[in-house]
């Protein structure tokens, strides 16, 4: 369970709930969260790029950037929000409260983000860093998992399924290596057209591989 951060000065953290069809009914507010959200945005981009970068040294520039936009879009922005209770604290007008704005997708991920820019605005870089580690490595460190578990070679055959195409066929066409350490190399072949090709060192993981490989191939990866 997370929670927000201690704010030094709590018109900051105020200010970040401050939605504008509250600001229209409240004229004793002077300002709205949409600058807080524009620099969160920022803040985020930046932040969650160098936390990838230290934590997977071994992932390639595509797969980071993948993870980022992953992590900082709007449903994954919003399922935060929601940990931290933020739409409970969000002050909305009365059209936006009527139109469910407390579960709001997009208002609950301008808020996050808004909460964000106010903290580093009363507290520093370094603090909004430590506040967002553990939150987003938790998430990173679920997507990661999901996508090394998923099971590519169902993956392929359901697509091949919805283009009426025949079922694909796995080959192995090369063993190396010795006995206690083995290569295996894997085709996967639709009516004799190879689709893809991977290594592993098992019979499993290497057709697992092809399957991704031919995936990837098709662009559905």
């Given at each position: 369970?997370?929670?927000?951060?201690?704010?030094?000065?709590?018109?900051?953290?105020?200010r970040?709930?401050v939605h504008?069809?509250?600001?229209n009914?409240?004229?004793?507010?002077?300002?709205?969260?949409?600058r807080l959200?524009?620099?969160?945005?920022?803040?985020?981009?930046?932040?969650?790029?160098?936390l990838?970068?230290?934590?997977?040294?071994?992932?390639?520039e595509?797969?980071?950037?993948?993870?980022?936009?992953?992590?900082?879009d709007e449903?994954?922005?919003?399922?935060f929000?929601?940990?931290?209770?933020?739409?409970?604290?969000?002050?909305?007008?009365k059209?936006?409260?009527?139109?469910?704005?407390?579960?709001?997708?997009?208002?609950?991920?301008?808020?996050?983000?808004?909460?964000?820019g106010?903290?580093?605005?009363?507290?520093?870089?370094?603090?909004?860093r430590?506040f967002?580690?553990?939150?987003?490595?938790?998430?990173a460190?679920?997507?990661v998992?999901?996508?090394?578990?998923?099971?590519?070679k169902?993956m392929?055959?359901?697509?091949?399924?919805?283009?009426?195409?025949?079922?694909?066929?796995?080959?192995?066409?090369?063993?190396?290596?010795?006995?206690?350490?083995?290569e295996?190399?894997?085709?996967?072949?639709?009516?004799g057209?190879?689709?893809?090709?991977?290594?592993?060192?098992?019979?499993?993981?290497?057709?697992?591989?092809?399957?991704e490989d031919?995936?990837k191939?098709?662009?559905?990866l």
């Amino acid at each position: 369970m997370f929670n927000l951060p201690k704010f030094k000065n709590l018109s900051l953290l105020h200010r970040a709930f401050v939605h504008r069809s509250y600001m229209n009914e409240h004229p004793e507010e002077t300002e709205n969260n949409e600058r807080l959200e524009f620099l969160g945005d920022a803040l985020l981009g930046f932040l969650i790029a160098s936390l990838l970068y230290e934590h997977y040294p071994q992932m390639d520039e595509g797969k980071l950037t993948k993870l980022r936009s992953a992590l900082v879009d709007e449903q994954q922005l919003a399922k935060f929000a929601k940990k931290l209770n933020i739409g409970g604290k969000m002050l909305l007008g009365k059209g936006a409260k009527l139109g469910g704005g407390c579960t709001n997708l997009n208002l609950l991920s301008s808020t996050f983000e808004a909460v964000i820019g106010a903290y580093y605005l009363d507290s520093g870089v370094e603090e909004v860093r430590k506040f967002l580690k553990p939150i987003f490595l938790e998430a990173a460190k679920h997507m990661v998992d999901f996508q090394s578990n998923k099971n590519y070679k169902s993956m392929l055959q359901e697509w091949l399924l919805s283009k009426s195409a025949e079922l694909p066929e796995y080959e192995i066409v090369k063993e190396s290596g010795a006995d206690h350490d083995k290569e295996f190399t894997a085709k996967v072949s639709v009516k004799g057209k190879e689709y893809g090709r991977g290594k592993g060192h098992s019979k499993k993981e290497a057709e697992k591989c092809a399957a991704e490989d031919a995936l990837k191939r098709l662009k559905l990866l």
